[in-house]
């Protein structure tokens, strides 16, 4: 063996005996290598090139209850008693519906009485259109073309809205029904062309029970509902 032989075959020793002390020897026990983007999702660091497998959430042992979660018997406390109709026409809306609240309801049909009440006594038509169903308007719009060929002007103030309750519920297909009660005291009076009073009060406060039903299309992109029913006693 020449003298380069020699020089290389030591060297090859050399860098051999120099990487295993660097790398040590595997023995069976060692423990797996650290899994950088596995730890990133758990954690919920944001890393673009992370993506979530399909299934990893369902697949998940499931979590303690939180004192988020309602107890089914307390869903819909202050609103409706358990296993009554009205309860369970709510379960059938909310199975459909996830996004459902009925207080969030009951605050926005209260608001939508007001306006649609207001607007038919200063013959809006524009207002009616948004907030009621197609025949409801017509009966609607009726009632002012008749003021208006009579020449007669209403006016209607609301001096308080005392109650906004939800007394039945309902899912039929696709449409999700609703009906309140509404208790009132308001202060209306119809005049003639001359100003002469021809029905109502301008001095008298009346109490008024109103019971309408509002429905949406519940497969439907738009969350508004519209007014499909009227009923009041005095």
């Known amino acids: 063996m020449d003298i380069y032989t020699i020089i290389f075959l030591a060297l090859a020793v050399f860098i051999f ?113 948004d907030l009621l169903s197609s025949e409801v308007y017509e009966s609607f719009d009726a009632v002012i073309k008749d003021r208006e060929k009579h020449e007669q002007k209403t006016e209607t103030r ?18 999700a029904q609703l009906t309140v009660r509404f208790v009132s005291q308001m202060i209306s009076v119809t005049r003639d062309k001359t100003g002469s009073i021809v029905d109502g009060n301008p001095e008298k406060v009346t109490d008024i029970t109103d019971v309408w039903t509002f429905a949406r299309d519940i497969a439907s992109r738009d969350p508004n509902w519209k007014l499909v029913g009227t009923g009041s006693t005095h």
């Open 158 to 175: 609301f001096v308080s809205i005392d109650k906004a309750e939800l007394v039945n519920a309902e899912a039929r297909d696709r449409a």
């Open 17 to 129: 005996l120099r990487l295993r002390n660097v790398l040590g020897q595997r023995t069976g026990s060692e423990r797996p290598p650290y899994d950088r983007a596995a730890r990133d999702v758990v954690h919920g660091a944001q890393d673009n090139n992370v993506v979530p497998m399909p299934g990893t959430v369902i697949d998940q042992a499931p979590l303690a209850p939180t004192a988020d979660v309602v107890p089914p018997t307390d869903r819909w406390k202050g609103i409706a008693e358990p296993g009554t109709p009205l309860a369970l026409g709510l379960d059938a809306i909310a199975a459909q519906d996830s996004s459902f609240d009925p207080r969030h309801f009951i605050s926005g049909a209260r608001s939508a009485y007001e306006m649609i009440v207001l607007a038919f006594a200063n013959g809006d038509r524009r207002a009616l259109k």
